[in-house]
């Protein structure tokens, strides 16, 4: 996704449990994700692109785990939250970079975007489950606003410029958004409750 709709995702997800300051932790290293050196070639997994959901799912599990080890040892409340903006940003993008979306509105025709849950099973494991792959070097020109119109024609079905859904220009956006919010609350939940007082205290600044 567009950094405005991460940032918006994570404040509107998380803003009751996070102090202010502490929130804006976790959005800088959301949003760092995007930086350029991770959005091309040896990456995928952090955005869940070139269909690399093994890769994906093994790097939020190595950030789940970093979130809590920085906490345990040393105490390194900041790291803690760098890697848990790191893993929000990922999660995020599987809605907005695989047809996650597309699938759950088979199976729920006029459902409402709010409806949306963020991790069937059966969907996860869906044979037909893919994510947009990057053609270098013409896909390059479609990130470019005023070129894309000229280049997206030209690229097949399955790349990222056809199957994101990154801003409310693309169809589904709006259900990629819920599912996103959905999904960066629940990671919160779920690693808080792995947290003692002093280290929920020590992450949430609350």
């Known amino acids: 996704m567009k950094p405005r709709y991460h940032r ?13 300051a502490v929130l804006e932790e976790v959005i800088r290293a959301n949003l760092g994700q995007d930086a350029l050196r991770y959005q091309f070639g040896t990456h995928p997994h952090f ?4 269909n690399s959901f093994a890769a ?4 939020l599990e190595e950030l ?6 920085a906490l345990s040892a040393g105490k390194n409340a900041l790291l803690a939250r ?26 729920n025709p006029g459902a409402a975007p709010e409806q949306i849950a963020p991790q069937l099973a059966s969907l996860t494991s869906d044979s037909r489950l893919r994510s947009g792959r990057v053609y270098y070097p013409l896909e ?19 790349s990222h410029a056809w199957m994101n859904k990154d801003d409310p220009s693309r ?30 205290r020590q992450f949430t600044g609350m």
């Open 171 to 200: 169809p589904d956006f709006s259900y990629a958004f819920a599912a996103a919010q959905k999904r960066t609350l629940l990671e919160f939940q779920q690693i808080l409750a792995t947290m003692d007082t002093i280290q929920q």
């Open 47 to 50: 955005h869940y692109d070139e």
């Open 140 to 158: 390059l020109f479609s990130f470019f606003e005023p070129l894309k119109p000229l280049v997206q024609p030209l690229l097949p079905r399955d």
């Open 56 to 59: 994906a799912d093994q790097y």
């Open 82 to 107: 760098q890697s848990f903006g790191r893993l929000t940003h990922a999660a995020q993008d599987f809605y907005a970079h695989s047809n996650y979306v597309t699938l759950w509105r088979e199976q």
């Open 8 to 20: 918006e995702i994570t404040q509107t997800a998380l803003a009751a449990h996070f102090s202010p």
């Open 64 to 69: 789940r785990r970093a979130t809590l080890e």
